[in-house]
T-cell receptor, first 111, second 112 residues
Framework: DAGVIQSPRHEVTEMGQEVTLRCKPI?????LFWYRQTMMRGLELLIY????????DSGMPEDRFSAKMPNASFSTLKIQPSEPRDSAVYFC?????????FGPGTRLTVL | GQQLNQSPQSMFIQEGEDVSMNCTSS?????WLWYKQDPGEGPVLLIA?????ELTSNGRLTAQFGITRKDSFLNISASIPSDVGIYFC????????????FGKGTHLIIQP
């Protein structure tokens, strides 16, 4: 099993640019989660999907953030326009029920 | 929202020592999970607990689900250098699969 796959691993961009983060969950997992990790706030849930449908997006910071899951094997998190305060590590995780398995993360730096 | 209070924030220990860390909440949780995160990587699941009072081991790691369902602890026996990292507790308060609530983590540092 390849585990949760995220790309890119690192992203450096300039303020105002669009950023797209990608995730491939573990095959067969019904749930997909996007988290953000910063030193100040720790791990925060942004949004999660069940069977490709967004269930709870209350953690999405603002309208600049959007997430999609067009099929069971792919999800994207988009930030448009990006701002320096968006700099963080973004994790994707997937699960069958309770045990969530995390990807390696995307380290985003917005200059 | 719900919060998990994890302590200690950091631990400086000697190789071979036992380690104990815990997580508490003012709310009841139905599931407790313990993760370890190495630098530059995502959290890796160590142990999952589903019943109050449950005690589960994974090698040198032992975790318990508190009787009150408001706390959990993780013990590491005979620590080794590869135990270095950040340990997170996490919990679910609902019945289904939901976003996990995470503690702030315990940073374990092993001194030579």
């Amino acid at each position: 099993d390849a585990g949760v796959i995220q790309s890119p691993r690192h992203e450096v961009t300039e303020m105002g640019q669009e950023v797209t983060l990608r995730c491939k969950p573990i095959s067969g997992h019904d749930y997909l989660f996007w988290y953000r990790q910063t030193m100040m706030r720790g791990l925060e849930l942004l949004i999660y999907f069940n069977n490709n449908v967004p269930i709870d997006d209350s953690g999405m910071p603002e309208d600049r953030f959007s997430a999609k899951m067009p099929n069971a094997s792919f999800s994207t998190l988009k930030i448009q326009p990006s701002e320096p305060r968006d700099s963080a590590v973004y994790f994707c995780a997937s699960s069958l029920v309770h045990e969530q398995f995390f990807g390696p993360g995307t380290r985003l730096t917005v200059l | 929202g719900q919060q998990l209070n994890q302590s200690p924030q950091s631990m400086f220990i000697q190789e071979g020592e036992d380690v104990s860390m815990n997580c508490t909440s003012s709310s009841i949780f139905n599931t407790w999970l313990w993760y370890k995160q190495d630098p530059g990587e995502g959290p890796v699941l160590l142990i999952a607990l589903y019943k109050a009072g449950e005690l589960t081991s994974n090698g040198r790691l032992t975790a318990q689900f508190g009787i009150t369902r408001k706390d959990s602890f993780l013990n590491i026996s005979a620590s080794i250098p590869s135990d270095v990292g950040i340990y997170f507790c996490a919990g679910y308060s609902g019945g289904g699969a939901d976003g996990l609530t995470f503690g702030k983590g315990t940073h374990l540092i092993i001194q030579p």
